[in-house]
C-alpha cells in the first residue's frame, strides 16, 4: 500500500509506569509496518526513547519525536504533536497512555483522528477508535468511541507470537521468571533464593527476565555466580522461542502473561501493581492460570508461589489441559485484527 498518510503512536515506558506500554505499542507498529504503513513514535522524553529503542528487534528503526514534556501532564504537549500532524502526514493518533485527560484526547480529535488503548476506566474516552483487551469489559462503559475493539482477541502480541504450536513435555526443569522491567518489589530475588535453595527445585534451570531497569539486576548476577542453573536475560529478541523452550513460568499479569497464553506455556501469576488485578482474576477464570496473590499484600506470598510451582511441575496432565486452555483464550493475532482497524480509520471519511 502506498501513501503519504503515517501513523503517530504516542506512548512512554520508565521505572515509574515500568515498559508494558511500549512492547504493545511496538507490537501494533510491526503489524502496521508489514502492511506498508509509515509509523512514527512520539514520547515525552529520551528516557522514554531510549527503553523504545531497546526493544527494536533487527532491522527496526522507527522514528521517535521527543516532546520534551512531563508524561504525567500531557496537556502541556499538544502543540508539539499538533506541529507535527502536518509535517509528517499524521492522518491517525493512537495514545496509550494512563495520564491523558478529556480535553488533552478532545484538541487533538478536533485535527486528526485518534485511538486509544484503555485498562483503567477512568472515563469515557472522546476518541475514533477505542481498544481494550480486557476478558470482561463493563457494558455500556464507552460511549463517545464510533468503533470499539473489545475482548482478548485484540490482545497486542509481537509477530513471533502468532501461529504457534504449544508443545508440554513431560518433565518440567526449564522455568521461566519475569517479574516486570523494573520488580520493585524484589520478587524475582525472593523466588529465585528459595527455589535454589529447596531440593524440588534447586536442579531446575531458571530463565529470569531481568533487563536494564530490574531493581535487582547486580544481586541477580552474583546469584547466577555460584548457581549454574541461573541466566539471566536482558534484550530477548526471540522470546517466543524462550517461552516455548520453558516448561513453566511465573509472570506478573502484565503483557509477558499474555505472551505465554500465545506460547502455550503452563505459567503461574501474580500482581504487583493495583492495575494488573483485573488482568489476574480473569486470566485464572477464563483460562485457570493460577495466581498466587499481590506480592505486596499476600502474607507468605513467596512460599505460596513455590507450593504452586511444584504442584504443576509434579502434574504432566495438569500442564497439558493448563497451556491449551491458555493457547485457546489468546492465539496471538491482535496486534494484526488493531492495525486494520488503524488502517480503516486512517482512510475513512
Not at 13 to 22: E, P, Q, R, T, V
Not at 101 to 107: A, C, F, K, N, W
Not at 123 to 138: C, E, G, S, T
Not at 173 to 194: F, M, N, R, V, Y
Request: hydrophobic content about 40%; overall charge negative.
Amino acid at each position: 500500500m502506498n501513501t503519504e498518510k503515517s501513523i503517530l503512536i504516542r506512548t512512554d515506558g520508565n521505572k515509574d509506569i515500568a515498559a508494558g506500554h511500549l512492547m504493545r505499542c511496538l507490537s501494533i507498529a510491526q503489524a502496521l509496518h508489514e502492511k506498508k504503513v509509515p509509523v512514527f513514535f512520539a514520547t515525552a522524553d529520551e528516557t522514554s526513547a531510549g527503553l523504545l529503542r531497546t526493544f527494536f528487534g533487527p532491522g527496526e528503526d522507527y522514528p521517535i519525536f521527543i516532546l520534551h514534556s512531563d508524561y504525567r501532564k500531557p496537556d502541556s504537549e499538544t502543540d508539539s504533536l499538533i506541529s507535527l500532524f502536518s509535517q509528517f502526514h499524521i492522518g491517525c493518533l493512537l495514545v496509550d497512555s494512563y495520564f491523558v485527560t478529556p480535553s488533552y484526547l478532545e484538541t487533538l480529535s478536533e485535527v486528526t483522528k485518534t485511538a486509544y488503548i484503555d485498562d483503567l476506566y477512568s472515563f469515557d474516552y472522546p476518541v475514533d477508535l477505542l481498544i481494550n483487551y480486557d476478558a470482561v469489559i463493563p457494558e455500556n462503559f464507552y460511549q463517545q468511541a464510533r468503533c470499539r475493539l473489545l475482548g482478548l482477541s485484540y490482545t497486542p502480541l509481537r509477530k513471533q507470537f502468532s501461529r504457534l504450536q504449544p508443545t508440554v513435555r513431560p518433565e518440567a526443569k526449564e522455568i521461566l521468571i519475569s517479574t516486570g522491567g523494573t520488580d520493585p518489589c524484589h520478587a524475582a530475588e525472593s523466588l529465585l533464593s528459595q527455589l535454589i535453595d529447596s531440593e524440588e527445585s534447586r536442579d531446575w534451570c531458571f530463565h529470569v527476565l531481568a533487563g536494564p531497569m530490574h531493581s535487582d539486576r547486580k544481586s541477580l548476577e552474583q546469584m547466577a555466580l555460584s548457581h549454574p542453573g541461573l541466566r539471566l536475560y536482558e534484550h530477548v529478541a526471540q522470546m517466543a522461542e524462550l517461552m516455548q523452550r520453558c516448561d513453566l513460568a511465573v509472570s506478573a499479569a502484565g503483557t509477558t502473561l499474555f505472551e505465554l497464553c500465545a506460547a502455550g506455556t503452563p505459567a503461574v501469576s501474580f500482581t504487583m501493581a493495583d492495575n494488573q488485578f483485573t488482568t489476574a482474576v480473569q486470566m485464572e477464570a477464563g483460562a485457570g492460570i493460577p495466581c498466587a496473590g499481590d506480592v505486596r499484600t499476600t502474607k507468605d506470598f513467596t512460599s505460596g508461589l513455590c507450593r504452586i510451582l511444584y504442584g504443576l511441575a509434579s502434574d504432566y496432565e495438569k500442564r497439558k489441559a493448563l497451556s491449551s486452555s491458555m493457547h485457546r483464550l489468546i492465539d496471538g493475532n491482535g496486534a494484526g485484527r488493531i492495525a486494520d482497524e488503524l488502517i480503516r480509520l486512517l482512510y475513512s471519511d
